[in-house]
Antibody, heavy 117, light 110 residues
Framework: QVQLKESGPGLVQPSETLSLTCTVS????????VSWVRQPSGKGPEWMGR???????AYNSALKSRLSISRDTSKNQVFLKMNSLQTDDTGTYYC???????????WGQGASVTVSS | DIVLTQSPALAVSLGQRATISCRAS??????????MHWYQQKPGQQPKLLIY???NLASGIPARFSGSGSGTDFTLTINPVQADDIATYYC?????????FGSGTKLEIK
């Protein structure tokens, strides 16, 4: 059974760094890519970036200067770090599994992040 | 970036057909592949894949959902609409990075 679960702090101070972990089960990180997607409340999702199955990364150019995605295959975990957070970074952050054709076929339950002092 | 445009809301009666459209600012098709996908999101839940590559039903999705289209114009059809289908529906393209989503169409019951 394919599962993804996000974890991390629910509250982040403005200008600080967000760190999230996606723990996966039911599939291998060396066979499937994992993307991070965020969604402000009441708005459409935004693709943030991806950890390719081969360890390479790709980022949304709008976030690239602030964003870093990494992984630990031995722990089945993918990590997101984004710095210089502002209030408009508030929302729900999801990790998703991608099939071989860039389709997000499984999603985690999401991690709610609020940027506030 | 490729912009995907959806109507904000659609009201239909139970048992009737719902047609949700998505228009891309440029073609999202490559050769025979139409790189448009559809997701359903219910309140408080994560999005769920319904249709991939324009017309392929995802695993476990009822056959009353179908998709069509190519190039810049795509459609998600639900027929017949059931009460459990009340949700927001998003299209998403994977033709070009960054992958982008539409702003969603909220399906309401008339």
């Amino acid at each position: 059974q394919v599962q993804l679960k996000e974890s991390g702090p629910g509250l982040v101070q403005p200008s600080e760094t967000l760190s999230l972990t996606c723990t996966v089960s039911g599939f291998s990180l060396t066979s499937y890519s994992v993307s991070w997607v965020r969604q402000p409340s009441g708005k459409g999702p935004e693709w943030m970036g991806r950890m390719w199955y081969d360890g390479d990364t790709a980022y949304n150019s709008a976030l690239k200067s602030r964003l870093s995605i990494s992984r630990d295959t031995s722990k089945n975990q993918v990590f997101l770090k984004m710095n210089s957070l502002q209030t408009d970074d508030t929302g729900t952050y999801y990790c998703t599994r991608e099939d071989g054709y860039d389709v997000m076929d499984a999603w985690g339950q999401g991690a709610s992040v609020t940027v506030s002092s | 970036d490729i912009v995907l445009t959806q109507s904000p809301a659609l009201a239909v009666s139970l048992g009737q057909r719902a047609t949700i459209s998505c228009r891309a600012s440029q073609s999202v098709s490559i050769s025979r592949y139409n790189l448009m996908h559809w997701y359903q999101q219910k309140p408080g839940q994560q999005p769920k894949l319904l249709i991939y590559r324009a017309s392929n039903l995802a695993s476990g999705i009822p056959a009353r959902f179908s998709g069509s289209g190519s190039g810049t114009d795509f459609t998600l059809t639900i027929n017949p609409v059931q009460a459990d289908d009340i949700a927001t529906y998003y299209c998403q393209q994977s033709r070009e990075s960054p992958f982008t989503f539409g702003s969603g169409t909220k399906l309401e019951i008339k």
